[in-house]
């Protein structure tokens, strides 16, 4: 498994003696092992989450940060209590003020749950409706459930376009009560920015088609900017996220063009906004810190746990993160070098 093969590094490289000495899960808290060594865990590990959030949150305030804004659209699945109680702590960490202003439910869109017989791809006449609008014109009289779906949504895409103004974008780690597992973290709050950007631009289109040319190009740019805030992150799949939205957001742009008659002026303000965005950094370089944490806040986990029991209740989603991480990013081990054979030691039982 990654997790061991990490760990039997770590240990391997453990120094004989550390001015710290080794903690009670047999680890020496020292940066040619543990990387951070402050601050630390009741067991004497490394508190990855809080280190994280601590070197993350600098220079991000509640009026400079996106998420405050963001923070309150939420999905379905996330009024049961786990989440609320996880959004609160969010809160808390962003200094979001609590019950300041009502939150606001995305609406998932129906065609997902509710389909037409042209939605099954299994008969000649399929159509995707929610793909194809968000990539070509189309009319509020040809998919009404569409434009209704758009409606819905609006009070949601009022914050959104609020929030893209900020300049600074965080999100903090918050951990179930007991929890270790940084990894599964980075799934909060790529996805629902990616609905809402999806939401734009197929807003975008329908302005493209009802001659709102300005309209369409500010939505985008939207878009770019949400792109550039997630961008910020260091964590993977908000890189991924983050760099499909801004791609997505010039295709939609350079339709728009296309069919463009807007005055000169207008369109240079459009092209300045656009540039003076920030570049996506490479995800090599944007991730490695992070993903380094992940790999050693596992190490600590499996060192404190019975590892045969811990191996066996080990998620795919963990062991899919697990190959992304040495097969597809190559990260570094602590000295430097790469993983090898990374595909075997995560599939071969211990």
């Known amino acids: 498994m990654l997790a061991m093969q990490i760990c039997a590094s770590a240990l391997a490289q453990s ?3 550390s001015p710290t000495g080794l903690n009670s ?3 020496a808290v020292a940066p040619d092992t543990t990387f951070l060594t402050s601050p630390l865990l009741p067991n004497g590990g490394v508190d990855y989450a809080t280190a994280l959030n601590n070197l993350e949150s ?4 509640p009026a400079n940060n996106a998420e405050c804004v963001l923070i309150r659209i939420i999905q379905e699945k996330e009024q049961a209590p786990e989440e609320v109680q996880r959004r609160a702590g969010v809160r808390r960490l962003i200094g979001a003020p609590v019950n300041s202003a009502p939150e606001i439910v995305w609406q998932n869109w129906p065609g997902f749950k509710t389909t037409l017989p042209t939605d099954d ?3 000649p006449a399929y159509v995707n409706r929610f793909e194809r609008a968000t990539n070509q014109p189309w009319s509020s009289q040809e998919t009404p459930e569409l434009a209704a779906w ?5 009070p949601a895409l009022q914050l959104v376009a609020q929030a893209a103004t900020r300049m600074r974008y965080w999100t903090p780690i918050v951990l179930p009560p007991g929890g270790t597992e940084l990894i599964e973290e980075q799934y909060h709050g790529p996805i629902d920015m990616h609905n809402c ?4 631009r197929i807003r975008a289109m329908l302005e493209l088609h009802d001659g709102d040319e300005a309209g369409a190009l500010d939505d985008l740019l939207t878009v770019q900017r949400l792109g550039a805030l997630l961008g910020q992150s260091d964590q ?3 890189c991924l996220v983050a760099n499909n939205m801004r791609a997505s957001a010039c295709m939609n742009s350079w339709r728009v063009l296309q069919d463009a008659h807007l005055p000169a002026p207008r369109l240079r303000q459009w092209s300045a906004d656009l540039l003076a965005l920030p570049s996506i950094p490479r995800i090599e370089d944007q991730a490695g810190l992070r993903l380094r944490c992940e790999c050693l806040a596992m190490v600590q986990a499996m060192a404190a746990a019975e590892t045969e029991e811990m191996l066996k209740h080990m998620t795919a989603a963990q062991l899919l993160a697990a190959r992304i991480t040495v097969e597809v990013l190559n990260v570094p081990m602590l000295d430097g070098t790469a993983f090898s054979n990374s595909a075997t030691a995560i599939t071969t039982p211990c």
Not at 58 to 61: P, R
């Open 236 to 238: 993977l799949v908000h």
């Open 15 to 17: 120094p004989a003696t």
């Open 197 to 200: 950007a999806d939401a734009l």
């Open 58 to 61: 600098q220079g991000v305030t």
């Open 150 to 154: 758009l409606k819905s949504n609006e």
């Open 25 to 27: 899960i047999g680890i």
């Open 121 to 123: 791809p299994a008969i």
